[in-house]
């Protein structure tokens, strides 16, 4: 089975977080290769068996620069991808109205085209001031844990 991270980012954190995700997965059969959604193939995504999409939310709700042309491919294309699973985490700041929406309008584009998702959405606040490595890691381990 290989597993793909995908980040879109703007400033970094997303990709911070998805390097980190696949140090800590690399000893499990999760093991990964992480991407830019701004270079992956949407043709090779329907025949990635595992996914875990990491992203920000920039402007009102809006996606970061680099997750604008995966969804541009997604809806050009529109593949199937009923032999998808994944995971997502998003990056946002509760100080905002629109508190981490990308990471749901991405989910929701590949629930929407058949993939399945595992676990429930991981969150990270920057308002918090916690880690987004740690936050990341930590919401994996839980999700695991209960696989
Ligand atoms: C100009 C700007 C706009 C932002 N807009 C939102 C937003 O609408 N919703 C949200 O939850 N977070 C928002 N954020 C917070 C970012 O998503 C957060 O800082 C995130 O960690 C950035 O991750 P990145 O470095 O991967 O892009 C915004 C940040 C900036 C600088």
Redesign the pocket.
Known sequence: LNTLILHG???????MAADDLADFLSDTEWAATVTSMSDVDVSDLARTDRVVIIT??????GL?DTAVPFQESLTAQNPDLSAVTFCAFG???ST?E????AVSVLAGDLIRRGATQIGSTGL?D?NSGSD?SRSVVTWAEALFASE
Do not use: I, K, V
């Open positions: 980012t703007e400033s970094g954190n997303a990709e920000s939310t920039y402007g009102d709700g970061p990056l946002g700041d905002y629109t508190y981490n929406n990270h920057a987004p």
